[in-house]
């Protein structure tokens, strides 16, 4: 019996939902999603590298943003760089359709990663860890 790999949208679902619980605000949709694409760029930053993050980012980006325009001004890498506040969605009076915003850029992220390098990768890549320095707990022993 062979089980299916998890879809992008699956994923971004997971993503989003550890975002939430992450949250000082989780009632903010669009905070939470967008804190779910700024984590998963972080994480594939130091997995493959900045510069294979940004363009993997660059285009899912240049995707989404023909169904979603306002995506082309998201700079997930600028907050790294910088260490200034990251650029985001201007937000519009439905937070649901700008969280729906994010989510988009997420699965095309999410999906391109998976024909790169295969979906049961990006979901290793993208499990959550144990803080540096901390240790295992009972369960995980």
């Not at 299916?4 to 949709?29: I, Y």
């Not at 900045?50 to 907050?79: D, K, T």
């Not at 009076?93 to 999410?110: H, I, K, Q, V």
Request: glycine fraction near 6%; proline fraction near 6%; hydrophobic fraction near 45%.
């Amino acid at each position: 019996m062979s089980i299916d790999p998890p879809s992008a949208r699956w994923l971004v679902r997971e993503l989003v939902g550890q975002a939430s619980a992450r949250s000082r605000t989780p009632t903010d949709l669009a905070s939470v999603a967008f804190e779910a694409c700024e984590h998963t760029y972080r994480d594939l930053a130091r997995e493959l590298g900045a510069m294979s993050a940004q363009a993997l980012v660059n285009r899912a980006q240049a995707q989404a943003g023909l169904e979603h325009p306002a995506l082309l001004l998201v700079r997930l890498y600028q907050h790294r760089e910088s260490g200034g506040k990251v650029s985001a969605i201007p937000w519009s009076s439905d937070c649901t359709a700008t969280a729906r915003e994010f989510e988009s850029l997420l699965e095309a992220l999410l999906a391109l990663l998976g024909r790169f390098v295969g979906i049961n990768i990006v979901v290793r890549l993208l499990a959550p860890r144990e803080p540096e320095g901390s240790t295992p707990t009972e369960d995980a022993r």
